[in-house]
């Protein structure tokens, strides 16, 4: 039906870069909000970036200047560029599209499988 799959994590040195990748696949009629969430070991979800269907994005602030998200809405694809990486950083990242089926009616949340991003001091 639907899948997101991700791809980019990774081992990094504090203040190096990474780049992740979300891309969906399956039927649907169109996808609205895409967003990186990340888990910490041991702590809860989080929200780390969200981009609108027109490309409005917010940023949580301990982010903000050092991430960017984006999307490719033909490949139905989000990214998230992430610069300047801090040990606090580390975690399981996740993506999240909220996907319109073909049917008609509200949006579902879909979620990728995470992937692992870990900075190192």
């Known amino acids: 039906q639907v899948q997101l799959v991700e791809s980019g994590g990774g081992l990094v040195q504090a203040g190096g870069s990474l780049g992740l990748s979300c891309s969906a696949s399956g039927s649907f009629f169109s996808i609205n909000n895409m967003a990186w969430y990340r888990q910490p070991p041991a702590k809860q979800r989080e929200l780390v970036a969200l981009?609108?269907?027109?490309?409005?994005?917010n940023y949580a602030g301990s982010v903000k200047g050092r991430f960017t998200i984006s999307r490719d809405n033909d490949k139905n694809t989000v990214y998230l560029q992430m610069n300047s990486l801090k040990p606090e950083d580390t975690g399981v990242y996740y993506c999240?599209?909220?996907?319109?089926?073909?049917?008609?009616?509200?949006?579902?949340?879909?979620w990728g499988q995470g992937t692992q991003v870990t900075v190192s001091s």
């Open positions: 999240l599209a909220n996907i319109i089926p073909n049917y008609g009616g509200g949006s579902y949340a879909y």
């Open positions: 981009i609108s269907n027109g490309g409005s994005t």
